[in-house]
């Protein structure tokens, strides 16, 4: 009898092993970016930038289940107002998910949620929805960051980058292999200087302006 358990146990045990194995390979790659990759923006204005992971099968395996993001910024270039977070991962006021979000000061942001919700119906018979691979694309947004520019002159820019995953788990808990990291740069285009071409217009206009007045005061007199 002890003997028929153990064994069922390691049966069990090997198949759970197997299932990891193939839900692991059936995972493709997933690229996050911070987006729109490059935007325009001097001292005092606002931007937004949204956290997007693109890859996912789309309704279906595989699903996100967890993420534990760092966010880099210049403290000194940009001020953090605000970020709100998806609810593709459950709805946080009805406790479907856990944020552990913090903004860590110095310009990191740790952006971190857990999802309560059920992957699918598959493995769970008296589970009532929604389920992650029902309500997931294969790209969403993940958080939404809101900064202000503080101090970023004409010709400068500044970079907002994903420092660090700490985590990015399926729905069932097993990491998803990261294809591609995007930063996103602010940037304060110089003001223009006039083409050689057109510095001779312009001087070309004057001239004409100064040659007018002097044929009106030789008139007068």
């Given at each position: 009898?002890?003997?028929?358990?153990?064994?069922?146990l390691?049966?069990?045990?090997?198949?759970?092993?197997?299932?990891?194995?193939?839900?692991?390979?059936?995972?493709?790659?997933?690229?996050?970016?911070?987006?729109?990759?490059?935007?325009?923006?001097?001292?005092?204005?606002?931007?937004s930038?949204?956290?997007?992971?693109?890859?996912?099968?789309?309704?279906?395996?595989?699903?996100?289940?967890?993420?534990?993001?760092?966010i880099?910024?210049?403290a000194?270039?940009?001020?953090?107002d605000?970020?709100?977070?998806?609810?593709?991962?459950?709805?946080?006021?009805?406790?479907?998910a856990?944020?552990?979000?913090?903004?860590?000061?110095?310009?990191?942001?740790?952006?971190?949620?857990?999802?309560?919700?059920?992957?699918?119906?598959?493995?769970c018979?008296f589970?009532?929805?929604?389920?992650?691979?029902?309500?997931?694309?294969?790209?969403?947004?993940?958080?939404?960051?809101?900064?202000?520019?503080?101090d970023?002159?004409?010709?400068?820019?500044?970079?907002?980058?994903?420092?660090?995953?700490?985590?990015?788990?399926?729905?069932?808990?097993?990491p998803?292999?990261?294809?591609?990291?995007?930063?996103?740069?602010?940037?304060?285009?110089?003001?223009?200087?006039?083409?050689?071409?057109?510095?001779?217009?312009?001087?070309?206009?004057?001239?004409?302006?100064?040659?007018?007045?002097?044929?009106?005061?030789?008139i007068?007199?």
């Amino acid at each position: 009898m002890i003997t028929t358990t153990i064994k069922r146990l390691r049966s069990a045990l090997a198949a759970s092993l197997l299932l990891g194995l193939a839900v692991a390979v059936q995972a493709d790659p997933v690229t996050l970016e911070l987006a729109p990759s490059a935007q325009t923006a001097g001292t005092g204005d606002g931007v937004s930038l949204d956290l997007v992971i693109s890859g996912l099968d789309s309704e279906g395996a595989d699903s996100l289940g967890d993420f534990d993001i760092d966010i880099a910024f210049d403290a000194a270039r940009l001020l953090l107002d605000s970020f709100t977070l998806t609810d593709l991962l459950g709805d946080l006021g009805l406790g479907d998910a856990i944020d552990l979000s913090a903004d860590l000061g110095g310009g990191l942001l740790n952006l971190v949620l857990i999802s309560l919700l059920e992957t699918d119906d598959q493995n769970c018979i008296f589970c009532i929805g929604p389920f992650l691979d029902e309500i997931q694309g294969s790209s969403f947004v993940l958080a939404t960051l809101n900064f202000s520019v503080l101090d970023l002159e004409p010709g400068n820019s500044t970079t907002v980058s994903i420092a660090g995953v700490n985590a990015l788990g399926d729905g069932f808990g097993l990491p998803l292999e990261i294809a591609e990291l995007g930063d996103a740069v602010i940037r304060n285009p110089s003001i223009g200087v006039p083409e050689p071409g057109t510095l001779s217009l312009i001087g070309m206009g004057l001239l004409a302006i100064f040659g007018l007045r002097s044929r009106r005061r030789e008139i007068r007199v």
